[in-house]
């Protein structure tokens, strides 16, 4: 199976083209380098003894994309590309409606032209928006959403679901990814946190590194077991393994609109993750409780129960190994 990934140079599409590789898929990636590196691509065939083939090219480009079509003979779309800051969101709308939105539906309309109907979207927890409940489970459906980072997952899934109401030809898949960090093993490929950090993972990072001097944790009032928020960390490898499951549903199963929770199904709050952190790589990590960041839930995690009983997947690795890998990933980049 030839599968198309876009965005797979960035930080869960690499690890997701590692796991494709590795059981046996014909990768072809597509990327703008907006948020990645070229030499992903090295990293890629250091790991698998394969390299994928890539084109650098922009989802805003429709010709370009196009021509992709044209030159290869694709099954099936795995769509990653998109910006992903939520701050930055809420500053540039446009920006971000434009990328993420019209980057969509230039693929989509192509895919269509090609008769290519098979995708699986990178959606996210945000899209439940505030449902009062800790724990989400699909059953739950979208809810309001507080960013324009969000709006754009949220209005994406909406044009997948009638796109597939128009043609139930589609085999779609949405999968909703809670909070993805680690790195692969080998520490070849990780994220790379470009400038200062929004999330609590890449900023634990430059902590440790001595980028910056200390951790400011965003409240320790919430309604949680120590006061600090609680999240749903998920090992992205973990989250690439899952990719290689939903395309295999997608596969086997034929026409049809799946939604699939990613996350590991536990909470840990921000000092859970520090404290981890210390202790598996003997490492300090300073922090000052400061004030809540505006628009912070206290507490949710995923039920993927779902994802366990028809995809058979299941998040194996621990929050020692995200912390850990995390930090060695991280270390090789000096
Ligand atoms: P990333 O920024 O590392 O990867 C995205 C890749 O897409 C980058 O390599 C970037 O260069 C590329 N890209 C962006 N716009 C493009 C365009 N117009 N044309 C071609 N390439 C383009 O992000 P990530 O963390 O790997 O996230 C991947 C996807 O998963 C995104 O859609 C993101 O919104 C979603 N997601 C991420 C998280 C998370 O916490 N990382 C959580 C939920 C959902
Ligand atoms: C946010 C986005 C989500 C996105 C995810 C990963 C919302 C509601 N959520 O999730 O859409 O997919 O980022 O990009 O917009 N924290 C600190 N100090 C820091 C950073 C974070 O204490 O410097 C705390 C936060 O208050 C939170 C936890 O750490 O309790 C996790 O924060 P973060 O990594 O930013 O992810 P989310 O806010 O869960």
Known sequence: MRVLVTGGLGFIGSHTVVELIQNGYDVIIIDNLYNSELDVKDKIKDITGIEPKVYIKDLLDKKEIENIFKENKIDEVIHFAG?????????EPLKYYNNNLVGTINLLDIMKKYNVKKIIFSSSATVYGNPGVPKYSESLGRGKTTNPYGN??????????DLYKSDNIWSIGLLRYFNPIGAHESGLIGEKPVGIPNNLMPYILKVASGEL????????????????????????????????KALEKLEKSGPGLYIYNFGSEKGYSVLDLVKTFEKVNNININYKIVERRPGDLDEYYADSSKAEKELGWKAEKTLEDMCRDSWNFMKKQK
């Open 152 to 161: 754009t997952k949220s209005m994406i899934e909406q044009i997948l679901e």
């Open 213 to 244: 001097e200390y951790l400011r944790v965003f409240g320790n009032d919430y309604n949680t077991h120590d006061g600090t928020g609680v999240r749903d960390y998920i090992h992205v490898v973990d989250l690439g393994k899952g990719h290689v």
């Open 83 to 91: 910006y992903k800051a939520v701050g930055e969101s809420c500053k």
